[in-house]
Nanobody, 118 residues
Framework: QVHLVESGGGLVQAGGSLRLSCAAS????????MGWFRQAPGKEREFVAA????????YATMSVKDRFTISRDNAKTTMWLQMNSLKPEDTAVYYC???????????WGQGTQVTVSS
């Protein structure tokens, strides 16, 4: 198991940027596939982006693919989500998650709120 803590959320105007961080402790971070998810009010949690163990492969949902960048540093046991050109529809609680493989996330952070004003 790995303990995950997100940070970096906040209030930003449309068109602005934020960088979310996910700090991991415990477990073996470098063996975890990591991902970002988000949940908007009244909606189900949705996948945002994922990154492979070594960081060579990344995936992102279509709605953010050209605006968000996922990255990780295994030496720092940290993952990031750089979010540019933010839109009001990006408003949500963002969660980081870790697991043994894509689509199988066992460990979750507590979430960080991102609010984009129009």
């Amino acid at each position: 198991q790995v303990h995950l803590v997100e940070s970096g959320g906040g209030l930003v105007q449309a068109g602005g940027s934020l960088r979310l961080s996910c700090a991991a402790s415990g477990g073996t971070f470098s063996r975890y596939v990591m991902g970002w998810f988000r949940q908007a009010p009244g909606k189900e949690r949705e996948f945002v982006a994922a990154i492979s163990w070594g960081g060579l492969k990344t995936y992102a949902t279509m709605s953010v693919k050209d605006r968000f960048t996922i990255s990780r540093d295994n030496a720092k046991t940290t993952m990031w989500l750089q979010m540019n050109s933010l839109k009001p529809e990006d408003t949500a609680v963002y969660y980081c998650a870790g697991g043994a493989s894509m689509g199988k996330y066992d460990d979750w952070g507590q979430g960080t709120q991102v609010t984009v004003s129009s």
